[in-house]
């Protein structure tokens, strides 16, 4: 059966009950050429970590193709059909929410001795934490997910946008993004009231410059953008040794923390005592 389908929703889903949860941001694909799309990134020989896995529109694509695919899905009403559905497959369903679980200790568990790529039709309301949770575990080569577009706007973006933000050079330092395509609310049951769009993340082994303290390189940046409307100079006048650092640094301090890029942060940083 196809999964990706208003009519699999209908006759899977609605004999028991079911209605769409709001606060899980559940919007089910139901447009097949989208998880047709995402699964043709996956290279052959690959465990995969998928987040959401809803009715299983993209598992059953990913899963066709992965050495290994472990899903963490928080709607227990979804277990019973993804369970059965997904028996014979090298397939596991993990309960649990992507936010608490321990990734990497289910991962060594459920995908042992596998190079490892994750994918996930995000609940819009977690994309920022849960891009976060999965860059930090250091588990993945790549990282492909659903975005609202905004959101893909803000990850791709670069210095003196207004969609210029502290998540952008997180984002960008810690990986290579890309916006892969863009997808538009009818590919949904609900249709969210927004567009979407698919990134992929290539996840980086270094960062895009050195940094000596990954930690006092996003406190400068945290400062930045805090204060976006101000020069570097006020932003940075409450961080110890920060003004010292700024004019030893070949950034200007009359500029606004919102037009640096990453090279610019860490030259500051880099000079910090
Ligand atoms: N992957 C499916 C698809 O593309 O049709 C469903 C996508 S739907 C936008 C998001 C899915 O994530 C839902 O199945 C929802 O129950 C699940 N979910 C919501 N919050 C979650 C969380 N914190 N951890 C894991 N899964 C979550």
């Known amino acids: 059966?196809?999964?990706?389908?208003?009519?699999?929703?209908?006759?899977?889903?609605?004999?028991?009950?079911?209605?769409?949860?709001?606060?899980?941001?559940?919007?089910?694909?139901?447009?097949?050429?989208?998880?047709?799309?995402?699964?043709?990134?996956?290279?052959?020989?690959?465990?995969?970590?998928?987040?959401?896995?809803?009715?299983?529109?993209?598992t059953d694509r990913l899963s066709q193709k992965a050495e290994k695919l472990m899903a963490v899905e928080l709607d227990d009403r979804l277990f019973p059909h993804l369970e059965s559905y997904f028996a014979d497959r090298r397939v596991t369903i993990v309960k649990g929410d992507?936010?608490?679980?321990?990734?990497?200790?289910?991962?060594?568990?459920h995908l042992p001795g596998l190079r490892l790529v994750a994918y996930a039709n995000l609940p819009y309301y977690i994309t920022t934490p849960a891009i976060e949770v999965l860059m930090e575990s250091g588990l993945f080569e790549t990282i492909t997910?659903?975005?609202?577009?905004?959101?893909?706007?803000?990850?791709?973006?670069t210095p003196g946008s207004t969609d210029y933000s502290y998540h952008t050079v997180y984002w960008q330092y810690m990986a290579e993004p890309k916006i892969l395509f863009n997808v538009s609310p009818g590919s949904f049951l609900p249709p969210p009231k927004v567009d979407s769009a698919?990134?992929?993340?290539?996840?980086?082994?270094?960062?895009?410059?050195?940094?000596?303290?990954?930690?006092?390189?996003?406190?400068?940046?945290?400062?930045?953008?805090?204060?976006?409307?101000k020069t570097?100079?006020?932003?940075l006048s409450s961080l110890p040794g920060g003004k010292e650092a700024l004019a030893a640094s070949c950034v200007d301090p009359r500029r606004r923390g919102d037009t640096l890029?990453?090279?610019?942060?860490?030259?500051?940083?880099n000079l910090l005592p």
Do not use: C, W
């Open 1 to 58: 059966m196809e999964l990706a389908s208003a009519q699999a929703i209908k006759e899977i889903l609605y004999p028991d009950g079911f209605h769409f949860s709001k606060s899980m941001g559940q919007n089910f694909l139901i447009n097949p050429s989208v998880p047709e799309r995402i699964a043709a990134t996956l290279p052959s020989g690959y465990g995969v970590v998928e987040i959401g896995p809803g009715l299983g529109a993209l």
């Open 98 to 109: 992507v936010l608490k679980v321990d990734l990497p200790a289910l991962a060594s568990e």
């Open 145 to 157: 997910l659903m975005v609202q577009k905004e959101v893909a706007k803000r990850i791709t973006t």
């Open 198 to 229: 698919v990134v992929s993340f290539t996840m980086r082994k270094e960062p895009p410059v050195p940094v000596k303290d990954k930690k006092a390189f996003f406190k400068v940046v945290r400062l930045a953008f805090d204060n976006r409307r």
């Open 232 to 235: 570097m100079s006020n932003a």
């Open 261 to 269: 890029s990453i090279p610019e942060f860490a030259a500051i940083a």
